[in-house]
């Protein structure tokens, strides 16, 4: 199992933002990146079609002898993982979840926001979440960045910088740092325009959490037995569409290896 790869999935773009850390945190493993375009985006999919694509996407993956699957998507990370797990058997999953406890110890105006695709926004497992880990005297401002996340995926984030700005700053509304001083990044998509965010909102920390995904990771692979000691860790990239148009924008944002088109059956 030492050799097998690290599989990483979600519906685009955004699992870079974990690979990228996970190169930093495991630079030994290899990586398969799956971009599943064929399903973007997650963030409007019902909880039954979210449950359906994430398992019929990790059955799929199993061609590939991944030890681990890294689900690095929050919205169905949030919905279905559980339900998700008890349906694919023995194939560990790890997930990416707004990481809220941290936001709680961060801040000082008693007042968070939580940045996330419409369906993460509307489920009654990130109300869930709130309740379980925010304390009830530290206020909870939701923003749909359904917007934004749709522009990094087609890349026009890589190349207008006036659309992307007037798109970030109409989810974001006005005097949100009057109120809130930190910002959960809960969709992997977003930590492409923090430059942007940290124009906007120079005052506000927006924690993003691919960092403890990747040692979450690392101490999976560690406790079982599973790391892979040495060698530079290779990836290997699939997408379910769009091929050109992903390539052009992963070689904008510096990715050289080649990506293979796949076509589901689901």
Known sequence: MTNNPVAVFDSGIGSLSIIRELKKAVPAEDLLYFADRAHFPYGNKSHQQLLEITVSTINYLKRYKPKLVVMASNTPSVQVLEEVKKRVGEMPIIGVR???????????????????????????????????????????????????????????????????????????????????????????????????????????????????????????????????????????????????????SIRAMGVREPVEEVFLTF
């Open 98 to 248: 707004p990481p809220l406890k941290e936001a709680v110890r961060l801040t000082k105006k008693k007042h968070i926001g939580i940045m996330a695709t419409a369906g993460t926004i509307n489920s009654k497992e990130l109300e869930n979440q709130i309740r379980r880990e925010v304390p009830q005297h530290i206020l909870v401002t939701k923003f749909n960045a359904s917007p934004i996340i749709e522009l990094v995926e087609s890349g026009v984030h890589l190349e207008n910088e006036r659309r992307t700005f007037d798109v970030v700053s109409r989810v974001l509304g006005d005097g949100v740092d009057e109120k809130i001083d930190v910002m959960t990044l809960s969709s992997t998509h977003l930590p492409f325009v923090k430059s942007y965010l940290n124009a906007l909102l120079p005052t506000v920390r927006f924690v993003d959490p691919a960092q403890m995904v990747a040692k979450d990771v690392r101490k999976f692979l560690n406790f079982y037995r599973m790391a892979k000691k040495s060698g530079s860790g290779k990836l290997q990239i699939l997408v379910s569409d769009g091929k050109r148009e992903f390539e052009k």
